[in-house]
C-alpha cells in the first residue's frame, strides 16, 4: 500500500485537499498552492519528471507519487504529519519551505538548500524509494529487531522494536523515533517528555484517512508451509524467491491463511515477471512492482522468455501495478544503476551513457529498472562497446579499436590510442573480445573513410585535403569514422607533425617523418602561410619511418668545410650561389651552416642561380627583393633556372607584370637597359625607352650593378 502510486489520481488528490480546509482570505493554503516545477532526469529512484510552469500543489503531489512510485495517500499524511498543511486554513510561506520536514534533523536547523514545496516533496519521495532500493545501507531493517529511542533526549532511552517490512523501516528511517506509552495513551494529544509522536502521527493520519494501513494484499500463505502464493480469481501462483515477490510489492503484503482457503484456488505456474490483463489481453513485463506494456511478442524473445509464460491478473490487480515505461531494448539495474542493451535473449552491459546514445541514434531511450532476480533470468552476453571505442582484457595489454560492428584493430601504444580518442580504454570481458574478429594489421596514425583520409593527433582526426604525406593508411568503418571526434581545422597542403612533449615539427612527406629545426623552414614549405600542425604523441611519431632533416625553399647554406654557398629548392635541389647580389634580388639574404650529411641529401642543380626563374610554365625576372611575372612568356633570351613552386611560392611577388619589353633599371646609378635576346641595351634618354616599349608606360625592374654586369652589353 505503502509503494501503490495508482491510489488516488491528481482530480482526487485535489478533491481529497479541498474537503480538508476552508482557507482564510489572505492566505494561500494548499488547495490553491502553485509553484512552477523543474524537470528532473531519470535515477535509479524516480523516472523523469517534465517540470510544469505554475504547477498546482495536488498536480505536484500525483506527478512525483507516478514519478518516483509511491502511494500519494502517503505524501498527503506527510504534509499533514510535518507541517499540517493538508489541514491548515492559514499557513505561512515557512511552512511550505519545509513542507515534508526532508533535510530538517530534530538536533540542527533545516538546510536550506532544499526549502521549497516542490523540492520537499520530491526529495521526500526519493528518499523512500532510496530505502527501499537499498534497505541493507541504513540502520534501521525490515525483517529484524531494531533498537529505536524514544525520543532525542538519549536518557530517556530505547527498546528493541520488530518492523516487519519495508514501508514501516522507511518511516523509522525517516523519523527515527518510537512513541511511547503516553503518547499511545493520549492519541491526539500529548504525552510526557520523553514521548515522541512523528510515527505515531504519520499511522493516525493515514488511518483516520485512508483506513487500516495494515489490511492484507495478494499473497497468501498457511501457517504450516512457508510457500507463498499470489492469489487470483481462482488460480494461486507459487512465488519461488523473495526477489519475485518483491516485484510485486505493490500486490502484498501475504496474509496466513487456513489450508482450506487455500486448497479453493488451483495451483498455476510459478510466479514470474509476465502478466496480463485479460480484459484486454496486453501482456506486461512486471518487476518492482511497476508493469511495462509488451508490443510484440519478439520482445520477450529478446528477454529470454516468451509471451506463453505470463499469468492472468484480475483488473483490480493491474491497476495497482504503476505503469511504467514501454518495454524497450534497454535495461536499468535498480540496485547499481548499471544499463543494458537486451537482444537475442541476452543482457550486454553498455559501459557509457555517450554509448547508450549513439546506440539509440542520439536519442535518450526509456528504460525500465529490473531487480537482480530480472535481470539474473537474462544471460550475459558480451558487453555492447559502440564503434570507435578503445578496449582491452583485465590481464592482457594489447588495446583495441573497435571497427564497425565486427572487427578489432590492434593499437600498437597507448600513444596512439590517445592520438584517436581522448575516451577512456575500457576493461571487457575475454567472451566480448571473443565477440568479434580481429584484424590482420595493427592501427596506422593516417585512416581512410570512404574516400576521405584522415590522421590522428590530439584525440581527434584531422583530415588531409591534399594527402602528398605518403602515410600508409588503415581502412576503417564509416561507422567507426564517424564516431570519433574530428578536428573543426583541416589540413590544406603539406602535413606536419608536431610532438607536444618536444615541441619538434616534422614534415610527413614520401611515407617518413622529416625534421625541421626552423619555423621559417615551416613556413617555407608550406607555401608561406601559416602551417596547421598536427599534434601527435612520441609513440605514434616513433611508429614512422625516420627522412631527413629538411632545410626551407630559399634557406642559404653551407657547410663548415665548404666555401660553395647554396640556395635550398623545394623539398630535394640545392642550387649553387655563386654572387650574394643575386640572392639579393630574390629577398634571399645571409646564409647559415648546416651539417655535411643534412647538405648532402641534397642534389645539386647543374648551373647557378640566374636572375630568371620558371616556376612550372610561368618566367620572372628577381629584382629588389622580390619576383616580377614575365607575363609575355619568354626569358628574353637570359639564362633560366627551373625552381620548385614550394621556392616559388616562399618569394614575395611584385604587384606589376612585365607585359611588353623587359628594362632593368641599375638603383645605385640610375642607368636603365633594354633586354632583348639575353643582351642589356643602354638606353640614352626616355624618350628612347618610350619608343622601344610602343609609347607607353614601362615597367622598370630594379637589378644591383654586379648582377647587371654579368648579363652582356
Excluded at 294 to 304: I, P, S
Excluded at 493 to 522: E, Q, W
Aim: net charge negative; proline share 5%.
Amino acid at each position: 500500500m505503502f509503494y501503490n502510486s495508482n491510489a488516488m489520481t491528481s482530480a482526487q488528490i485535489q478533491g481529497f485537499i479541498d474537503s480538508k480546509e476552508v482557507c482564510v482570505a489572505g492566505y494561500t493554503c494548499l488547495e490553491n498552492f502553485r509553484q512552477t516545477t523543474v524537470s528532473r532526469a531519470a535515477d535509479a529512484k524516480c523516472d523523469a519528471y517534465t517540470g510544469v510552469q505554475s504547477q498546482l500543489a495536488s498536480d505536484i503531489i500525483y506527478s512525483v507519487a507516478r514519478a518516483c512510485g509511491l502511494n500519494p495517500q502517503v505524501l498527503l499524511t506527510l504534509l499533514e504529519k510535518e507541517q499540517g498543511l493538508v489541514t491548515s486554513n492559514s499557513p505561512s510561506a515557512a511552512r511550505f519551505n519545509i513542507a515534508t520536514g526532508y533535510a530538517c534533523p530534530d538536533t540542527a536547523p533545516c538546510d536550506a538548500q532544499y526549502y521549497g514545496f516542490y523540492n520537499q516533496v520530491y526529495k521526500a519521495a526519493w528518499q523512500y524509494e532510496t530505502y527501499r532500493l537499498f534497505p541493507t545501507s541504513f540502520s534501521y531493517r525490515a525483517g529484524r529487531s531494531n533498537n529505536i529511542l524514544w525520543n532525542p533526549n538519549s536518557a530517556c532511552g530505547a527498546s528493541a522494536v520488530y518492523i516487519e517490512n519495508q514501508a514501516t523501516a522507511g518511516l523509522y528511517i525517516y523519523t527515527p523515533y518510537q512513541p511511547n506509552a503516553a503518547a499511545l495513551n493520549n492519541l491526539y494529544g500529548i504525552g510526557d517528555g520523553c514521548s515522541s509522536y512523528g510515527n505515531r502521527n504519520f499511522w493516525r493520519i493515514f488511518s483516520d484517512w485512508f483506513g487500516n494501513p495494515q489490511g492484507g494484499g495478494w499473497f497468501a500463505k498457511t501457517s504450516s508451509d512457508s510457500t507463498i502464493y499470489l492469489l487470483t480469481s481462482n488460480h494461486k501462483y507459487p512465488v519461488p524467491s523473495g526477489e519475485i515477490l518483491n516485484a510485486y510489492w505493490a500486490l502484498g503484503p501475504y496474509r496466513t491463511v487456513s489450508a482450506d482457503y487455500l486448497s479453493q484456488f488451483t495451483t498455476g505456474i510459478p510466479l514470474g515477471q509476465l502478466v496480463r490483463d485479460p480484459t484486454t489481453g496486453e501482456i506486461f513485463y512486471s518487476d518492482l512492482g511497476v508493469k511495462h506494456h509488451v508490443a510484440t511478442c519478439a520482445q520477450l524473445v529478446d528477454y529470454a522468455t516468451s509471451c506463453s509464460n505470463y499469468i492472468d491478473l484480475t483488473p483490480t490487480q493491474i491497476l495497482t501495478l504503476s505503469t511504467g515505461a514501454d518495454l524497450t531494448s534497454f535495461a536499468r539495474s535498480a540496485a547499481t544503476g548499471a544499463i543494458y542493451y537486451v537482444s537475442a535473449g541476452k543482457k550486454s552491459w553498455i559501459h557509457s551513457m555517450s554509448d547508450v546514445l549513439r546506440l539509440n541514434n542520439g536519442a535518450t531511450p526509456n528504460f525500465i529498472n529490473l531487480g537482480p532476480t530480472a535481470l539474473a533470468s537474462i544471460p550475459d552476453g558480451p558487453d555492447y562497446v559502440a564503434a570507435g571505442s578503445l578496449i582491452k582484457v583485465a590481464d592482457q595489454q594489447t588495446v583495441y579499436l573497435v571497427d564497425g560492428l565486427t572487427r578489432l584493430v590492434p593499437v600498437p601504444s597507448t600513444s596512439l590510442a590517445s592520438d584517436f580518442t581522448s575516451d577512456q580504454i575500457l576493461t571487457v570481458s575475454p567472451s566480448t573480445l571473443g565477440a568479434f574478429a580481429i584484424a590482420s594489421g595493427t592501427l596506422t596514425s593516417a585512416v581512410t573513410c570512404a574516400s576521405a583520409t584522415y590522421v590522428a593527433g590530439g584525440g581527434q582526426l584531422w583530415q588531409l585535403t591534399a594527402n602528398s604525406s605518403g602515410l600508409p593508411a588503415t581502412a576503417l568503418d564509416t561507422t567507426t569514422c564517424a564516431a570519433l571526434q574530428k578536428s573543426a581545422q583541416s589540413v590544406p597542403g603539406a602535413l606536419f607533425l608536431r610532438s607536444p612533449a618536444t615541441g619538434a615539427i616534422y614534415l610527413a612527406s614520401g611515407g617518413k617523418k622529416n625534421h625541421l629545426s626552423t619555423m621559417t623552414a615551416v613556413y617555407d614549405l608550406n607555401g608561406g602561410t601559416s602551417p596547421t600542425l598536427v599534434p601527435m604523441g612520441e609513440d605514434s611519431l616513433n611508429g614512422i619511418a625516420s627522412g631527413r632533416e629538411l632545410l626551407g625553399p630559399t634557406q642559404l647554406v653551407k657547410t663548415a668545410a665548404n666555401s660553395m654557398v647554396y640556395m635550398i629548392d623545394g623539398l630535394a635541389t640545392k642550387i649553387p650561389i655563386d654572387l650574394f647580389e643575386t640572392a639579393s634580388e630574390f629577398g634571399i639574404n645571409g646564409y647559415s651552416v648546416v651539417a655535411d650529411e643534412t647538405l648532402n641529401e641534397y642534389t645539386a642543380a647543374p648551373a647557378n642561380l640566374s636572375i630568371v626563374v620558371t616556376c612550372g610554365a610561368a618566367y620572372f625576372v628577381a629584382g629588389g627583393g622580390q619576383l616580377w611575372s614575365l607575363s609575355g612568356g619568354s626569358s628574353y633570351g637570359l639564362t633560366t633556372t627551373a625552381i620548385d613552386p614550394l621556392t616559388c611560392a616562399s618569394i614575395r611577388k611584385s604587384p606589376q607584370s612585365i607585359s611588353g619589353a623587359l628594362f632593368l633599371r641599375s638603383p645605385s646609378t640610375g642607368a636603365v637597359y633594354l633586354v632583348a635576346n639575353g643582351k642589356k641595351n643602354y638606353m640614352t634618354s626616355m624618350t628612347a625607352v618610350y619608343d622601344a616599349n610602343g609609347g607607353t608606360q614601362p615597367v622598370f625592374v630594379p637589378v644591383s650593378e654586379p648582377v647587371l654586369a654579368r648579363i652582356p652589353s
